[in-house]
């Protein structure tokens, strides 16, 4: 079972997010969050395999959540999926510990296909941007 964290300051986003990914087999939706220190606390009480992190969240962004979560929790990777495509974001986002990276205007398959990836620890990069900021798989 692949048990997913799904963080993102919209609410609709969040409900059809979660509707998708709990059709997938062997997916569970574990927890929700709004802003990313609740994604951080909600990440300690479920330790999911996987957090779907957007960027552009209140209180905590996606890099301070990122850096926050894989300290705490060096197993569950970090998928970022925002709207933001700036090549110096996304780099800087890898660096601070996310396997990847998914466009919210890419196609939803390419987000599905994302989530899998970093659940087996692969780095998923849905973006034109250099593979040596890429983590080592």
């Keep these: 079972m692949l048990r997913i964290l799904f963080a993102d300051d919209h609410e609709v986003v969040r409900c059809g997010?979660?509707?998708?990914?709990?059709?997938q087999t062997n997916w569970?939706?574990?927890a929700e969050a709004g802003d990313?220190?609740?994604?951080?606390?909600?990440?300690?009480?479920t330790n999911?395999?996987?957090?779907?992190?957007?960027y552009f969240m209140p209180l905590?962004?996606?890099?301070?959540?990122?850096?926050?979560?894989?300290?705490?929790?060096p197993k569950t990777e970090v998928l970022i999926f925002t709207?933001?495509?700036d090549e110096t974001l996304i780099e800087d986002l890898l660096r601070a510990g996310a396997?990847?990276?998914?466009?919210?205007?890419?196609?939803?398959?390419d987000l599905l296909d994302a989530i899998e990836a970093v659940g087996a620890h692969r780095s998923f990069l849905?973006?034109?941007l250099p593979r040596s900021c890429l983590r080592p798989t």
């Design 17 to 23: 997010l979660r509707r998708v990914l709990e059709t």
């Design 28 to 30: 569970e939706v574990v």
């Design 36 to 45: 990313g220190k609740d994604a951080i606390s909600k990440a300690a009480e």
């Design 48 to 54: 999911p395999d996987v957090a779907v992190l957007d």
């Design 60 to 73: 905590m962004n996606g890099i301070e959540a990122t850096r926050e979560i894989r300290a705490r929790l």
């Design 83 to 85: 709207i933001d495509d």
């Design 99 to 109: 396997r990847g990276y998914v466009s919210k205007a890419a196609a939803m398959q």
């Design 126 to 128: 849905a973006a034109t």
